[in-house]
């Protein structure tokens, strides 16, 4: 009896021991509202988009290891022994900076993105052009990488560098690439492996050119991008809220509630 009594202490009350689960809020208000306390009292140790300074990233490694209620209360409360401050706000206001922090390493999916994704697809498909080089789910061209799950695979803020600033973290195998071959003709596009002896290149129309070093008379594979930088910024929204919807398999938002 004693053993259930125990028991049921143990239920009624680990819960309270252990606030495990707390909720963040998910709406693109609040975090917008997270984002702005971010940029006034958390950016300039952590960096503007998080990336780190005085403080560490807040992009990888700890950060996102940490459970919804560590992060709530690491910034609640500070770090004691650390240059990390306190922060006495309502426990909305740290809920929403939490949610916004914990944007920053979900993927993007998971997060409610501000901008239309039926637009975004016209745009993906039609004028913006992005379907000339990509494939979402076998539709589209090469040789830019498939992006068939890329709301799984990125979050809000790599989707948004990637389509604003491209070439400013190239994916590997994604080099610019050309040569000239010893018959005289030219071919471009994207270089898959390349070492001293031999480079295969990814052209427009799908073909993989598998070259060795007698093949070619000038080879350039260069640290930069052909995607080309988005010639409309307003498109930039509507585009991220279609790319964070692209998954391959149904997405299970696991962080939701943690
Ligand atoms: C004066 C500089 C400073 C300010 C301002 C600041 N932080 Fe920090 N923060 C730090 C430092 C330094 C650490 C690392 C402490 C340690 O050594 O563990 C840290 C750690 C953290 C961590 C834990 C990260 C990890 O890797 O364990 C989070 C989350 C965090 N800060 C969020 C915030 C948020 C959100 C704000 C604004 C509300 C904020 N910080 C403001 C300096 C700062
Ligand atoms: C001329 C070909 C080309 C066009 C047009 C193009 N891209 Fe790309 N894109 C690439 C290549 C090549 C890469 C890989 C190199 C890099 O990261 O910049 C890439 C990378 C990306 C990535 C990052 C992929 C990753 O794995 O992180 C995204 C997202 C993306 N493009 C979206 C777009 C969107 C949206 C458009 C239309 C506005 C577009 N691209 C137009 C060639 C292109």
């Known amino acids: 009896m004693r ?8 239920f009624f009350f680990a819960p309270l021991a252990h606030p495990q689960a707390r909720r ?26 998080g990336e780190g300074s005085q403080g560490p990233s807040l992009l990888s490694g700890r950060a996102s290891r940490l459970s919804n209620q560590a992060l709530f209360s690491a910034i609640k409360n500070g770090l004691p022994g650390t240059t990390m401050p306190n922060f006495p706000m309502a426990d909305d206001k740290v809920a929403s900076v939490t949610a916004f922090v ?16 039926a637009r975004g697809e016209a745009l993906f498909f039609g004028a913006a052009r992005c379907a000339g080089c990509h494939r979402i789910r076998g539709k589209g061209g090469h040789p830019g990488p498939d992006l068939s799950d890329m709301g799984v695979e990125r979050t809000l803020h790599q989707l948004r560098e990637a389509i604003v600033k491209p070439g400013e973290r190239i994916a590997e195998g994604f080099r610019a690439a050309s040569a000239t071959l ?22 427009k129309s799908g073909r ?24 409309d910024a307003t498109q930039a929204d509507d585009l991220v809220a279609f790319l964070s919807r692209q998954s391959l398999r149904p997405y299970a938002a696991a962080g939701a509630s943690q």
């Not at 994207?190 to 052209?203: E, G, M, P, R, W």
């Open 102 to 117: 914990r944007s920053l390493t979900t993927p993007a999916i998971a997060n409610r993105a501000p901008g239309d994704a």
């Open 182 to 203: 010893t018959n005289g003709t030219r071919v471009t596009g994207v270089a898959k492996n390349h070492n001293n002896y031999s480079v295969q290149i990814l052209d």
């Open 24 to 49: 963040l809020p998910t709406d693109q208000t609040a975090i917008d509202a997270g984002r702005q306390i971010y940029l006034g009292s958390c950016s300039g140790c952590h960096g503007a988009t």
């Open 208 to 231: 993989l050119h598998l070259l060795r070093r007698e093949d070619w008379t000038a080879l350039s594979v260069e640290d930069r991008s052909i995607m080309p930088p988005l010639a």
């Open 3 to 10: 053993f259930f009594a125990a028991l049921l202490l143990l």
